[in-house]
């Protein structure tokens, strides 16, 4: 293992750094060939403008990327899209729609729960499925008409990064793919996602060299019990991402919630004991999201802003500041993944944690 690993102490860490190359290779489709439905698979173009709206099916980390994806294909294809734990949906009376696209998506391609919901969703006459996956030839694209492979290479920390990030990329890949083939995009606007995918390694790099400030955050983090996360819109599924990876590793408790529900319970749990993470980059909520962190500092917790370079945000007493700094639009879900890993890796090395076997969880789970 250790001439795997080169410099680097982890698998986790090493798989963290690749996320440039990673992430690189699995734009390459889209960045050489466009953004074409072939990319998908040779009838990719017929199923694509047969269907109707999108059902998402995963678990874990890959669950995430789909409620991620949720607000691409609904912004920029214009497609009704709807995500669903794999666990939950194969056991559920559906309403099946057989003009709807099943969408899974699985590092491994080996999950049990998501394998069932799929061959569920086919007995239910669903009949165009596409797989997002990393492993070549692995059950669920084998059993997918469309698939478009992740080229994240071999994710070995339990912990999924490279696998998320990489997801993130094709699943951006096909919103633009069908935004252009309905009519929702123009040349114009095609080349400005063209242009933000070509960017993004180096701004995934960037935000890697943040590793520092985010391990300096970790060593505070290390010694709680509880974190809480927040997020609105496109970065609540990226809060979600970040408080898995904490509990995940660290075994710190840890949840998120989308910023605005605050007051309807989490407030309660805030004092000066709970540090509380802020995925606050500059959207279109960024003015509520920092409402919300005025009720948080009025209680006495401890923030922690993971924000971009125009945000107009100045740390203060108990709130501390981290700016990635490069802005990248629809994208920017990708670039704020990136130092909740951090954050979590850093904060598990200090607690000692096994950081790429974490206790009780498997890697690839093909069980019930
Ligand atoms: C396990 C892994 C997670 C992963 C999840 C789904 O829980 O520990 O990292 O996100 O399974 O796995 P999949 O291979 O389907 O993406």
């Known amino acids: 293992a250790s001439l795997e690993l080169g410099l680097y102490s982890h698998f986790m860490q090493k798989e963290i750094h690749e996320q440039p190359q990673a992430v690189a290779a699995t734009a390459e489709v889209f960045l050489d060939g466009g953004f074409v439905p072939e990319n998908f698979g ?3 173009r017929e199923v694509f403008q047969s269907i109707n709206s999108i059902k998402i099916l995963a ?5 995430y990327a789909a409620l991620t994806a949720k607000y691409w294909l609904e912004s ?8 669903e734990i794999a666990s939950e949906y194969r056991y559920r009376d559906v309403i099946a729609d057989p003009q709807q696209l099943v969408i899974t ?5 080996e999950t049990l729960d998501t394998m069932e919901a799929l061959k569920y969703a086919q007995s239910l006459g669903h009949c165009h499925s596409l797989s997002v996956c990393n492993v ?13 492979y992740t080229r994240a290479g071999a994710e070995i920390g339990v912990a999924s990064t490279k696998a998320f990030t990489t997801q993130l990329v094709v699943l951006f890949g096909l919103a633009v793919t069908l935004g252009k083939l309905r009519g929702h995009i123009d040349a114009e606007r095609e080349h400005a996602h063209t242009e933000a995918l070509r960017q993004l390694p180096g701004s995934i790099q960037h935000a890697l060299n943040l590793e520092p400030q985010v391990a300096a955050w970790a060593q505070k983090f290390a010694q709680k019990s509880s974190a809480l996360f927040l997020g609105r819109g496109i970065h609540y599924p990226i809060a979600l991402e970040g408080a898995l990876k904490l509990k995940e590793i660290t075994y710190i408790h840890a949840e998120a919630y989308p910023a605005g529900e605050l007051k ?4 309660a749990l805030v004092d000066e004991n709970m540090p509380i993470v802020v995925i606050a980059p500059n959207d279109a909520l960024l003015d509520k999201v920092k409402a919300n962190m005025q009720e948080v500092g009025a209680r006495g917790g401890e923030l922690f802003v993971f924000t971009d370079l125009d945000s107009h945000f100045e740390a203060a007493q108990g709130v501390h500041l981290i700016r990635t700094p490069r802005h990248t639009g629809a994208l920017s879900p990708i670039i704020h993944s990136i130092p909740v890993q951090l954050l979590a890796y850093h904060a598990a090395l200090a607690r000692g ?11 690839s789970v093909t069980v019930e």
């Open 353 to 363: 944690t096994d950081v790429d076997k974490p206790r009780n969880l498997a890697k």
């Open 105 to 109: 998506i699985s590092q491994s391609g």
């Open 264 to 267: 309807h319970g989490p407030l």
């Open 136 to 148: 070549m030839e692995s059950a669920l694209p084998r059993a997918s008409s469309l698939v478009l």
């Open 59 to 63: 678990c874990g980390t890959s669950y």
């Open 42 to 44: 040779s009838n990719a």
């Open 76 to 83: 920029i294809a214009k497609i009704p899209t709807d995500v």
